[in-house]
C-alpha cells in the first residue's frame, strides 16, 4: 500500500509505503525503540544504518513496524524493502521511483529506476528525512553496495549477526519475564491471569512468535492454560522423544503444533491452504494466486478455490489463529519463515514434492502470458519473490518453465540485466541436468542468456555461449526451428561485435530468408530480421540498402497495426531508421525523424529506458551534425550521465555516449574537457570490444583530432596510422570508418609540413569517398574541402579555385552555405572528421 499526504500534514509521512499493519498487541520494547531512535536521529553528520539482529521469531520485523509507525513524523517518507533475496532489493526501490516523482520500473526499467531513486535519496531530492526498512537481510555482503547513502536512515531487520561489523547493530533477544505478561495479558484481555501468563512465558521461552501462537490459540478456542499447558507438554515430550535436531525450542515447536491442530479441528481446509503457503517465498503471496481451478491441482485444494466463500474463510482463520498476517488493501497473505519451515517440517517428503509442484502451477497460472507489456509487469514482481523458495528452476512442467522464460522476459524488459542473468543460469542449470542440455527449453533459456550477456556489454562470454547453442539447437531441433534462426541471429550480434561485420551481414540475409520462408504473413520475427540485415548494411557504408530496408519495414508495420503490440522494437527499427538516414548526409531528415522518435521512447517507455538513452545519443548526434550545438550538447551531457549512473563506465553504451559528449565539446571549443573524456573512453574501448574491432580504432582517430588541434600533430599522426593499419584488415581502406580517419590523417601531414604527402592522401580519399557515398555526402564535401586548402597550401591556385567551385555549389544544395561546415570551408579552414560508434 502506498499512502501519500498533502505538505501541509506534519504529523503523517507524504509518502508511505507498503510498510505492514501495527501490531495492536505490541508489548515492551521501550528501551531498545528509544535506543534506536535516539542513535538514528541524534546526531547531525550522516548517520550509519542500523541493524536489529537476533533469531527468527524474537520479532525484529515487528519491531520495525512498530518503530515506523511511533517515529512516523519524524520523517517525510518510511518505505518498507524485503531483502531477502536481492532481486527484490532492486525491484522494491524501483516502486519507490513514481512516489519521488521519477519514472516509474514500468516505463524505465527495474535497474535505471532503483539507481534513479538511490541518486534521488542521496541528494535529499525532494526528501531528506526519509527511512528505509531492509527487512530478512540475511547476507551483509549482498546489499551493502545498495543501502542508500544521504540524510535519511536506514533500519535493517536480520537473524545474521555479522552486520555488527558493518553497521551500528542492536541485538534483539527474547521477551523479559515482565514482556511476555504484559504481552500475554494484553493479546488475552479475559481469561488469562498474570500468573498464568508467567506458566506459559516460562514454557514457551519468551519467545513472541511462540507467545502469539499461544494468545491466539486462547482467544480463537477459550482453551484454558493449566489444559494448553498439559498439551504443551505432552507435544514436547514427543518431540524430544523423537530426537529431531531444531533450530527452535521443542516448546516453539510443541505451540505451534497445537494451533495447527486446533484449526484443523474448527477448518480443516485453512489447514490445506497453510501447507500450501509454506511452499511459496516468505513475502507477501497475492490472493489472485488462488482464483482459478487448473489442472494438476488436487481435489481438495481445486474444490477450496471453486468456493471462493470457503477460500476466504479459510484465509481469514489462518490470520485469526496468527498462522498468516493479512494485507486486505493488497490482497495479500504472508506466512512467517518459521512458521513455513515447521509447516514443511512435519510433512513427508513425497507431500513436499506435491505441494510445491502445485504451488508451481499456481505460480505459472498467476502470471499473464506477454511479460513485454508494461500493464504486468505489476504481476511479474509480485510473482518474482516465489519463483526462487519455491523452487520453480527444478519444475519440469512445460507451463511452469514457461513462466521461467517469461519471468526472464520481464526481467530483460524492465532492464534488470543482472538478476535475469542469476535466474537464466539457475534454470538452465536445473534444466539441464533434468531433461539434456539439448532439450529445448533448455536451448531457450541459453539463447535468453546469450542476448543478457550482450546486454551487459559481456561480448566474449555471449559469443562462447551462443555458438554452442547454436551447434546444439542446429543439431537437435534443426536449421529453421524458431530457437535455432534466435540463435542464429545472436552469431550474426556476436561477429558484429568481434568487428566482422561482413560474416555477420551474411548470416543475418540467411536468417531472414528463412523466417520469410517459415511464415506467410510478415511479423515481428521478420522485421527484427530485417533491422539486423539494415543495421550490417550500415556498418559496411551502404546507407542506401539500410535506408530502403527500414523503410519498408516501417510501413508494413504501420499497415498491419502492429505498432502498439511491441513498441520497444518499433522504436528500435525508428530510431534504426534515424540514424540511417543521418549516416547517408541527410542531417535536417534526421533530425525530424530523431525527435519523433525520441517523443515516442519517452512516452511509450519512459526518460530512463535503455532504449530511449539510445534514441536520446542518436538524437544528440543529429543535432551536432546539423549545426543545433546548444540542444546537442544538453542532451548528450543528460544522456551519459543517465549511462554512467545506470550502467557504469565501462558498458558499451555508456563508452558510445563519451564519445558522442566528446565529440560536441571538440566542436564547441572544449578541448580539455573532450581531450580528458576521449583518451579516457579510448583506454576502455579494449576492455569491451577485441583489440582489433573497427570501433577502437575508430575512436582512437577522435583522440587524434583532440592531439592534433591542441598541439601535438606527431602524436596525431601517430595515432591515425596505427589507426587506418587497425582498420583495414576488418573494413579496408574503402570503408566510411577508414576513409575518415584517412582524411584527418592527411590533416596531420599537413600541420607538420609535409603537403605533398597530405594532398596525394587528401585527394586518394576524396575520390573513394565520392564512389563510396557519393559527391554530395557531408564526408565527401569535407575532404573535397580538405583537399582545397591542401591545393592552395602546393600553390596549385587554378585546381583549388575549380575544386572550390564545385565544393562550394554541393554545399548550397545539400547542407547550405549557412552550415557550420561550410563556414569553415569558405575560411579555408581544413575541417575534421569524427566518428560515434553505433550500437551493436
Known amino acids: 500500500m502506498i499512502r501519500t499526504q498533502p505538505n501541509s500534514s506534519p504529523k503523517i509521512p507524504q509518502v508511505w509505503g507498503k510498510i505492514p499493519p501495527r501490531n495492536k498487541n505490541f508489548t515492551g520494547r521501550t528501551d531498545l525503540l528509544e535506543r534506536l531512535h535516539a542513535g538514528l536521529g541524534g546526531r547531525v553528520t550522516a548517520v550509519l544504518p542500523h541493524a536489529l539482529h537476533g533469531l527468527g521469531g524474537v520479532g525484529k520485523t515487528m519491531m520495525a513496524v512498530e518503530y515506523a509507525h511511533r517515529y512516523q513524523s519524524d520523517y517525510d517518507l518510511i518505505w518498507w ?72 536512515h536506514v533500519l535493517i531487520t536480520s537473524r545474521n549477526h555479522r552486520w555488527a561489523g558493518v553497521v551500528d547493530a542492536v541485538p534483539i533477544d527474547v521477551f523479559t519475564r515482565k514482556e511476555s505478561v504484559e504481552f500475554l495479558t494484553r493479546r488475552v484481555p479475559r481469561g488469562i491471569t498474570p500468573e498464568d501468563a508467567d506458566r506459559l512465558a516460562e514454557e514457551l521461552g519468551d519467545l513472541p512468535l511462540a507467545l502469539e501462537q499461544a494468545g491466539a490459540l486462547h482467544t480463537e478456542t477459550g482453551i484454558a492454560v493449566t489444559e494448553y499447558l498439559r498439551l504443551l507438554a505432552e507435544r514436547t515430550s514427543q518431540l524430544l522423544s523423537q530426537g529431531r535436531p531444531s533450530e527452535y525450542p521443542a516448546s516453539m515447536t510443541a505451540a505451534w503444533a497445537l494451533s495447527v491442530a486446533s484449526l484443523e479441528e474448527k477448518l480443516p481446509e485453512a489447514l490445506v491452504l497453510l501447507r500450501y503457503c509454506a511452499f511459496f517465498g516468505p513475502e507477501p503471496i497475492p490472493r489472485d494466486a488462488f482464483i482459478k481451478v487448473v489442472p494438476g491441482l488436487s481435489p481438495q485444494l481445486a474444490e477450496l478455490i471453486a468456493d471462493p466463500i470457503r477460500l476466504g474463510r479459510a484465509i481469514a482463520e489462518l490470520g485469526r489463529f496468527a498462522l498468516a498476517r493479512l494485507d486486505l488493501p493488497a490482497r495479500t497473505m504472508q506466512v512467517h519463515r518459521l512458521i513455513q519451515a515447521l509447516v514443511r517440517e512435519e510433512l513427508p517428503a513425497a507431500e513436499h514434492e506435491r505441494l510445491r509442484h502445485e504451488v508451481h502451477l499456481l505460480l505459472a497460472n498467476y502470471a499473464p502470458p506477454n511479460p513485454r507489456e508494461s500493464t504486468n509487469w505489476d504481476t511479474y514482481l509480485n510473482a518474482l519473490g516465489h519463483i526462487g523458495p519455491s523452487k520453480v528452476a527444478a519444475c519440469q512442467e512445460s507451463s511452469v518453465r514457461k513462466l521461467a522464460i517469461n519471468m526472464i522476459s520481464f526481467l530483460s524488459a524492465s532492464a534488470d540485466f543482472g538478476s535475469a542473468r542469476a535466474f537464466a543460469q539457475s534454470f538452465i542449470d536445473e534444466w539441464s541436468s533434468a531433461s539434456g542440455a539439448d532439450h529445448e527449453e533448455v536451448l531457450t533459456m541459453r539463447v535468453e542468456m546469450g542476448n543478457l550477456l550482450r546486454e551487459l556489454g559481456r561480448y566474449d562470454e555471449a559469443a562462447r555461449s551462443n555458438l554452442e547453442t547454436l551447434q546444439a539447437a542446429e543439431k537437435s531441433l534443426g536449421p529453421d526451428h524458431d530457437v535455432t534462426l534466435r540463435a542464429l541471429r545472436g552469431r550474426a550480434a556476436d561477429l558484429r561485435a568481434s568487428g566482422d561485420f561482413w560474416q555477420a551481414h551474411d548470416i543475418d540475409e540467411e536468417v531472414l530468408r528463412r523466417f520469410e520462408t517459415a511464415s506467410s504473413a510478415r511479423d515481428w520475427n521478420i522485421w527484427r530480421a530485417v533491422n539486423s540485415v539494415a543495421l550490417d548494411h550500415g556498418l559496411k557504408s551502404d546507407y542506401l540498402k539500410a535506408r530502403a530496408l527500414l523503410e519498408q519495414a516501417i510501413r508494413e508495420i504501420r499497415a498491419s497495426g502492429a505498432v502498439s503490440t511491441d513498441p520497444a522494437s518499433y522504436l528500435n527499427i525508428l530510431t534504426g531508421l534515424a540514424r540511417t538516414v543521418r549516416l547517408g548526409g541527410d542531417y535536417s531528415e534526421a533530425c525530424d525523424l530523431g525527435e519523433d522518435a525520441y517523443a515516442y521512447a519517452i512516452e511509450q517507455l519512459g526518460p530512463e529506458h535503455a532504449w530511449t538513452l539510445r534514441t536520446g545519443k542518436d538524437l544528440s548526434i543529429a543535432w551536432r551534425r546539423a549545426g543545433d550545438y546548444d540542444r546537442a550538447m544538453e542532451l548528450a551531457e543528460e544522456i551519459h550521465q ?31 574537457e573532450a581531450m580528458g573524456l576521449a583518451d579516457d573512453t579510448v583506454r576502455r574501448y579494449p576492455r569491451v570490444y577485441i583489440t582489433e574491432h573497427p570501433y577502437n580504432h575508430a575512436c582512437a582517430g577522435n583522440l587524434a583530432i583532440l592531439r592534433r588541434i591542441t598541439g601535438d600533430p606527431e602524436i596525431a599522426r601517430k595515432i591515425n596510422e596505427d589507426a587506418l593499419a587497425g582498420s583495414e584488415p576488418k573494413l579496408g581502406r574503402d570503408h566510411h570508418y577508414s576513409l575518415t580517419v584517412a582524411v584527418n590523417l592527411a590533416s596531420d601531414l599537413a600541420a607538420l609540413g609535409e603537403m605533398e604527402s597530405a594532398y596525394r592522401l587528401s585527394a586518394g580519399s576524396l575520390r573513394r569517398l565520392t564512389a563510396l557515398l557519393g559527391e554530395d555526402h557531408p564526408t565527401t564535401l569535407l575532404a573535397a574541402a580538405n583537399t582545397v586548402a ?21 554545399y548550397r544544395r545539400t547542407l547550405t552555405l549557412d552550415h557550420p561546415d561550410a563556414r569553415v570551408f569558405f575560411e579555408g579552414r581544413r575541417l575534421d572528421a569524427d566518428f560515434d560508434p553505433p550500437p551493436i
Not at 527484490?88 to 521519477?102: K, M, Q, T, W, Y
Open 81 to 152: 524493502i524485503p531483502a531477502d533475496q536481492p532481486v527484490l532489493v532492486r525491484s522494491s526501490l524501483a516502486s519507490l521511483a513514481a512516489p519521488l516523482g521519477l519514472p516509474s520500473a514500468s516505463v524505465s526499467g527495474v535497474e535505471e529506476a532503483a539507481n534513479a531513486v538511490l541518486e534521488a535519496l542521496r541528494r535529499g531530492d525532494p526528501f531528506t528525512n526519509w527511512l528505509l526498512i531492509f527487512d530478512n537481510a540475511d547476507e551483509p555482503e549482498e546489499l551493502t553496495d545498495i543501502l542508500p547513502q544521504g540524510p535519511g
Open 642 to 672: 543517465r549511462y554512467v549512473r545506470t550502467l557504469g563506465l565501462d558498458h558499451p553504451d555508456t563508452l558510445a555516449a563519451a564519445i558522442c559528449l566528446s565529440n560536441i565539446q571538440r566542436t564547441v571549443g572544449q578541448f580539455q
Open 790 to 810: 591542401n591545393l592552395r597550401d602546393l600553390g596549385r591556385d587554378d585546381e583549388a579555385a575549380e575544386l572550390f567551385a564545385a565544393t562550394e555549389e554541393r
